[in-house]
């Protein structure tokens, strides 16, 4: 099965992947984690160019390039996985193009972005996505004082990218759900196991 974990910086989507992944293993299951970008050679790579502040990416170019790490990750890491009967776990996936670079850049439609997650991924779609919501001025307040290049972009990017994964869990309410992460990180993890543990029992 394929999780993704998705949320603005700052939201504790990272931490909640890791919980869930050790609550599986802890239960006997085979779970592959990745982050996206990354999780490849190539795909680190590709994260360092887009995260290094030092660097000016057209956002034409930047969705392309968190598409090819994708494609990368997808093709040499989680299809395999899957492949062999493990459990993925992704923090973050396309969904994370769809808000940053479609919402919040302005740059591409829906229908579009649709067709370039398809290609990116041969159409491989995760079955559960967990978006963890904070409001953008507690994302903010928990995060690191050094802003990568995304962070750079601010509060108001940052309230745009929110709204649309809000409005992308409302468009595909089967596969996304939403889980407030205002709650202790413990607190927040039995919400989300006791999902993916109903999920995995064929529920
Ligand atoms: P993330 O791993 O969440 O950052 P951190 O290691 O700081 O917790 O994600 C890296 C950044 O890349 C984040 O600001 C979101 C952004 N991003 C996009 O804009 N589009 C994408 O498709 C992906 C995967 C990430």
Do not use: C
């Not at 000016?56 to 969705?63: G, M």
């Not at 850049?105 to 370039?116: K, T, V």
């Not at 939403?178 to 999920?199: F, N, Q």
């Amino acid at each position: 099965m394929f999780i993704s974990f998705e949320g603005i910086d700052g939201s504790g989507k990272s931490t909640q992947a890791r919980l869930l992944a050790d609550a599986l293993r802890a239960q006997g299951l085979s779970v592959l984690e990745v982050r996206e970008p990354g999780g490849t050679r190539l795909g680190e790579e590709i994260r360092a160019l887009l995260l290094d502040p030092g660097q000016d990416v057209d956002p034409r170019a930047e969705l392309l390039l968190f598409s090819a790490a994708r494609a990368h990750l997808v093709a040499s890491t989680i299809a395999p996985s899957l492949e062999a009967g493990e459990v993925v776990i992704a923090d973050r996936f396309f969904d994370s193009s769809t808000v940053y670079q479609g919402a919040g850049r302005g740059i591409a439609n829906p229908r579009w972005l649709h067709s370039l997650h398809e290609f990116a991924t041969s159409g491989l779609s995760p079955s559960r996505t967990y978006l963890v919501d904070v409001p953008a001025d507690v994302a903010a307040a928990r995060r690191s004082p050094e802003a990568d290049r995304m962070e750079a972009a601010g509060q108001e990017f940052y309230q745009t990218v929110r709204a649309a994964y809000l409005d992308l869990a409302r468009a595909e309410p089967n596969r996304v759900l939403v889980v407030d992460g205002m709650p202790a990180p413990e607190a927040v993890h039995t919400l989300i196991l006791s999902d993916a543990s109903r999920l995995l029992a064929g529920g």
